[in-house]
């Protein structure tokens, strides 16, 4: 079974700071996308990227969040200078077409304190 | 944008029981998928399944597409079967997905 793995698995920061999430989608596919959830909460997206650019992205998805897909292999999620509000699960994701099951990284646990 | 509502919220069962979970949606739909989130918070795809029937093991999902809802069956319910279900959809035009806020299942011995 193909996996999207997802680095790290939990991040411990300072409130303030700038974070890199770092994802590795599918190697063929092409649509890839964050979601978030935030502690007992359900799981919210945040953005889709797809042919080398964002084609949705949520209210959530502000100025201070970035995606990147520097090398054609990784998908990176950049909060620039984090708060204790976004602590939460981050969900990285990918699929082959529109019309196709979608896969799930594990997850990083973003702990900002 | 799409609305997705799942019940019940929460579901205490005894080993060995059966149980339903039901996925409402308000729009049509390309793609939903069921997952379980374990304790380690991690989404678990159990099934891929916009249209028709699927069976895995104990496990079973249906989705009558026309009539906007899915239901995910689970028998002789396990111990390990406790944590939270999600339900996702997408919009038909933009392919994200909407998740519902999930069923809380916990399992009893």
């Known amino acids: 079974e193909p996996e999207v793995t997802q680095t790290p698995s939990h991040q411990v920061t300072q409130m303030g700071q700038e974070v890199i999430l770092r994802c590795v989608p599918i190697?063929?596919?092409?649509?890839f996308y964050w979601y978030r959830q935030i502690l007992g909460q359900k799981v919210e997206f945040l953005v889709s990227?797809?042919?080398?650019?964002?084609?949705?992205k949520s209210e959530i998805f502000d100025d201070q969040f970035s995606v990147e897909r520097p090398d054609g292999s990784n998908f990176t999620l950049k909060i620039r200078s984090t708060k204790l509000e976004d602590s939460a699960m981050y969900f990285c994701?990918?699929?082959?077409?529109?019309?196709?099951?979608?896969?799930f990284g594990a997850g990083t646990r973003l702990s900002v304190l | 944008g799409i609305q997705v509502e799942q019940s019940p919220p929460d579901l205490i069962l005894q080993e060995g029981a059966n149980s339903t979970l039901r996925c409402n949606f308000s729009d049509s739909v390309n793609n939903l998928q069921w997952f379980h989130q374990n304790p380690w918070g991690q989404l678990i795809n159990l099934f891929y399944i916009p249209s028709g029937t699927k069976q895995n093991g104990r496990l079973s999902a249906t989705t009558v597409a026309t009539e906007r809802y899915s239901l995910l069956y689970i028998s002789s319910s396990q111990t390990t079967d406790s944590g939270v279900y999600f339900c996702?959809?997408?919009?038909?035009?933009?392919?994200?997905?909407?998740f519902g806020t999930g069923t809380r299942l916990k399992v009893l011995a």
């Open positions: 190697s063929n596919h092409l649509y």
């Open positions: 990227f797809y042919n080398n650019e964002i084609s949705e």
């Open positions: 994701a990918s699929r082959r077409a529109a019309k196709n099951i979608q896969y």
């Open positions: 996702a959809v997408d919009d038909s035009g933009t392919y994200k997905y909407i």
